[in-house]
């Protein structure tokens, strides 16, 4: 068929196309699940060299103190965090920017009490002075890098222009960095149940 036969090609616009408002939520439900699979690998490993008593020399169980106040931080941030979704729902996107910006300093004051917390146990407590210690600073540091990576996120968000969802953005960054976060908080409980409080309980029990 020649060139002059050809049916006229029409050109898809971006507004032509469904607007996908949870594409972005979902694609994070789908990291949550991979990194969800990561922790409960390491907590498994945690269980298993425990079994090693030759090699899990554990003399005191981690001081459980600032672990405590360590949860508290974050499941403070958690509700700020809540809250401000609350308003970005009702259209109130300045105060949602103010929750954004408070839970990002919470998790800054997070970091800075587990470098006193490091600074502490390293005293008596190293990555290599067995397997416990090294399964320890493996599993709170991984927290940490992953608590890092939501503190990006949510910086991240706190600079888009629009929280939508709009044409151009049709995916909700609020909700959706929000959802990591949560999950980093979540992680944190677990690693205060397995790492701090059982330990804590069956000495002092």
């Not at 971006?14 to 699940?33: C, F, K, N, S, Y």
């Not at 949860?71 to 958690?78: C, E, F, G, R």
């Not at 970005?88 to 300045?94: E, I, T």
């Amino acid at each position: 068929m020649s060139s002059a036969t050809q049916l006229p090609t029409r050109f898809v616009s971006l507004r032509d196309l469904p607007v996908e408002e949870h594409r972005g939520r979902d694609a994070m439900w789908g990291v949550i699940a991979t990194e969800a699979a990561l922790f409960f690998c390491l907590f498994g490993a945690y269980f298993y060299l425990g079994n090693d008593k030759a090699r899990w020399s554990i003399n005191q169980p981690p001081k459980i103190y600032y672990a405590l106040i360590m949860l508290a931080v974050l499941l403070t941030s958690s509700a700020v965090l809540h809250w401000g979704e609350k308003q970005v729902k009702r259209g109130l996107y300045a105060s949602g920017r103010k929750a954004l910006l408070a839970t990002i300093l919470i998790g800054f004051g997070f970091l800075a009490l587990q470098a006193f917390e490091y600074l502490d146990h390293w005293k008596t407590l190293t990555p290599y002075s067995n397997s416990y210690g090294s399964i320890f600073y493996t599993i709170t540091t991984f927290h940490a890098a992953h608590l890092i990576v939501g503190l990006l996120i949510l910086i991240y968000a706190l600079f888009i222009p629009r929280y939508g969802p709009t044409l151009e953005s049709p995916f909700r960054p609020y909700e959706t960095a929000s959802l990591y976060w949560h999950f980093v908080d979540l992680v944190w409980i677990f690693i205060v149940l397995i790492l701090y409080v059982i330990p804590n309980l069956m000495v002092h029990g």
